[in-house]
């Protein structure tokens, strides 16, 4: 039997949706804040040649370059202020939260509620500020190397190409927190949406010119986009699947009367860490591969050119790290975000137990051994699909827009986004019923 929240989510309408003052505005807050991060990547650095670098962008956006242009919506290919976009951050998030689960210092403060979260948000800003510089003179000094791309060469160059990309990239960490707190969805996860969403009408157009002009045949370019509408329902299939626990809550009595023992379920995500793992596995792997490569393109030493090589997209070594990376984090987040020993102690509180299972440490074994199974599950599916385009770029040359990657963030940041707006319709409809009750009320007395 569906629930009231669930009846609800079925009648919502357009109307619904009109009533709702405060969603409107937290929409067009969001739209507005990814619109001003859609116009920052159009914005150069100071001191460059944009034409000269976007020739020499070409020659090389086929290795790394070409995935960390995805995730910065474009900014790369033009040498934004916003060409780092969010990978630092994420980078240091990564980072702090491993450390914080082999330190008592930081796992005490996790524990502290909202003031341990804003110190564990502060030491991750400060971190992201860091590699955000490391990265920001690796490519500095790349553009340095290149010919013809910096118009006057030097530490006054290099000085403000730092200054500004970090600008650029707390400049977006904020514009998150922003969108998160006062608009719709995750603004961290939205705004890599927004620039893989900006770039796919042109890499569509690009693949199907590629099969027109018969740089790749032509049942490719057909067999592409049919594949990614397979992906996108694969993706929504996994996305949304759950694995259900049976509770039961036992009779009880209040005052003379006996009331009737009820059941619920406790819902598993078949992936319940979501995205994370493929932005964090891209994340991890884009930091030294792009420090690398712009480095190798001056007189560097002949070990950076070989880890450059096998760094390379669609490179062995490649494929076999970012798979790496995709299941440690599918498990390591899930761990983070789900606590099997909570749930029990929660479920025993308020008197629930699964059938067949002693309520407090013997529940709490029994949903990790559950979880841990369809982590598996999950983490090969999460695998499999960023792979797919990894694959077919090495294969065919072709881009990676349309591809597992891309197509996963899209999808799992939609149907997280379309969630959030459903939530706040569902509120919506209990406020109205709460003040027709009410209204009711005062007119029988």
Same mark, same amino acid.
């Given at each position: 039997?569906?629930?009231?929240?669930?009846?609800?989510?079925?009648?919502?309408?357009?109307?619904?949706?009109?009533?709702?003052?405060?969603?409107?505005?937290?929409?067009?807050?969001?739209?507005?804040?990814?619109?001003?991060?859609?116009?920052?990547?159009?914005?150069?650095?100071?001191?460059?040649?944009?034409?000269?670098?976007?020739?020499?962008?070409?020659? @090389?956006?086929?290795?790394?370059?070409?995935?960390?242009?995805?995730?910065?919506?474009?900014?790369?290919?033009?040498?934004?202020?916003?060409?780092?976009?969010?990978?630092?951050?994420?980078?240091?998030?990564?980072?702090?939260?491993?450390?914080?689960?082999?330190?008592?210092?930081?796992?005490?403060?996790?524990?502290?509620?909202?003031?341990?979260?804003?110190?564990?948000?502060?030491?991750?800003?400060?971190?992201?500020?860091?590699?955000?510089?490391?990265?920001?003179?690796?490519?500095?000094?790349?553009?340095?190397?290149?010919?013809?791309?910096?118009?006057?060469?030097?530490?006054?160059?290099?000085?403000?190409?730092?200054?500004?990309?970090?600008?650029?990239?707390?400049?977006?960490?904020?514009?998150?927190?922003?969108?998160?707190?006062?608009? /719709?969805?995750?603004?961290?996860?939205?705004?890599?949406?927004?620039?893989?969403?900006?770039?796919?009408?042109?890499?569509?157009?690009?693949?199907?010119?590629?099969?027109?002009?018969?740089?790749?045949?032509?049942?490719?370019?057909?067999?592409?986009? /049919?594949?990614?509408? /397979?992906?996108?329902?694969?993706?929504?299939?996994?996305?949304?699947?759950?694995?259900?626990?049976?509770?039961?809550?036992?009779?009880?009595?209040?005052?003379?009367?006996?009331?009737?023992?009820?059941?619920?379920?406790?819902?598993?995500?078949?992936?319940?860490?979501?995205?994370?793992?493929?932005?964090?596995? @891209?994340?991890?792997?884009?930091?030294?591969?792009?420090?690398?490569?712009?480095?190798?393109?001056?007189?560097?030493?002949?070990?950076?050119?070989?880890?450059?090589?096998?760094?390379?997209?669609?490179?062995?070594?490649?494929?076999?790290?970012?798979?790496?990376?995709?299941?440690?984090?599918?498990?390591?987040?899930?761990?983070?975000?789900?606590?099997?020993?909570?749930?029990?102690?929660?479920?025993?509180?308020?008197?629930?137990?699964?059938?067949?299972?002693?309520?407090?440490?013997?529940?709490?074994?029994?949903?990790?051994?559950?979880?841990?199974?369809?982590?598996?599950?999950?983490?090969?599916?999460?695998?499999?699909?960023?792979?797919?385009?990894? /694959?077919?770029?090495?294969?065919?040359?072709?881009?990676?827009?349309?591809?597992?990657?891309?197509?996963?963030?899209?999808?799992?940041?939609?149907?997280?986004?379309?969630?959030?707006?459903?939530?706040?319709?569902?509120?919506?409809?209990?406020?109205?019923?709460?003040?027709?009750?009410?209204?009711?009320?005062?007119?029988?007395?």
């Amino acid at each position: 039997m569906a629930s009231a929240a669930e009846q609800l989510a079925r009648n919502l309408s357009f109307s619904t949706f009109s009533k709702a003052k405060a969603l409107q505005q937290r929409i067009w807050f969001t739209l507005g804040a990814l619109l001003i991060y859609r116009l920052g990547t159009y914005i150069p650095l100071p001191g460059i040649d944009p034409d000269a670098f976007r020739a020499t962008f070409e020659q @090389s956006q086929q290795g790394i370059l070409g995935m960390f242009n995805m995730f910065a919506g474009g900014a790369v290919e033009r040498m934004a202020i916003f060409a780092l976009n969010l990978i630092p951050y994420i980078t240091a998030s990564i980072v702090v939260q491993v450390i914080a689960t082999a330190s008592p210092k930081l796992e005490a403060l996790k524990k502290e509620g909202e003031a341990g979260r804003r110190k564990m948000n502060q030491y991750t800003r400060y971190l992201a500020v860091v590699f955000c510089a490391v990265q920001a003179y690796g490519i500095a000094v790349g553009l340095e190397a290149s010919q013809g791309v910096v118009l006057n060469p030097g530490w006054f160059f290099r000085i403000s190409t730092v200054i500004t990309l970090v600008g650029g990239t707390m400049f977006l960490m904020w514009l998150g927190e922003q969108i998160t707190a006062r608009g /719709v969805g995750n603004g961290i996860s939205l705004i890599i949406f927004a620039g893989i969403v900006a770039n796919l009408p042109a890499t569509i157009a690009q693949t199907l010119e590629l099969a027109r002009t018969g740089a790749i045949p032509g049942f490719a370019g057909i067999g592409m986009i /049919v594949l990614a509408l /397979v992906v996108i329902a694969v993706i929504v299939f996994f996305e949304r699947a759950q694995r259900r626990l049976l509770i039961q809550y036992p009779k009880r009595q209040v005052g003379n009367k006996m009331f009737q023992g009820d059941t619920s379920h406790l819902p598993l995500k078949l992936n319940t860490s979501g995205v994370i793992p493929v932005i964090f596995g @891209s994340s991890l792997l884009l930091l030294p591969a792009t420090i690398a490569q712009f480095a190798a393109q001056g007189n560097a030493p002949a070990w950076l050119t070989t880890i450059t090589a096998l760094l390379g997209r669609g490179q062995p070594l490649y494929l076999a790290l970012f798979a790496f990376f995709i299941i440690f984090f599918a498990f390591f987040y899930t761990a983070i975000v789900f606590n099997p020993q909570e749930t029990a102690d929660n479920l025993k509180r308020s008197g629930g137990f699964i059938p067949g299972i002693r309520p407090g440490e013997r529940t709490a074994q029994h949903i990790d051994y559950v979880l841990t199974r369809i982590t598996v599950i999950g983490a090969i599916y999460l695998t499999v699909v960023a792979l797919i385009p990894e /694959v077919m770029f090495s294969q065919l040359a072709v881009s990676q827009f349309i591809g597992g990657t891309s197509l996963l963030i899209m999808v799992t940041v939609t149907l997280d986004t379309v969630t959030q707006i459903q939530s706040h319709l569902v509120a919506q409809q209990y406020e109205g019923l709460l003040k027709k009750s009410r209204l009711g009320g005062g007119k029988r007395r």
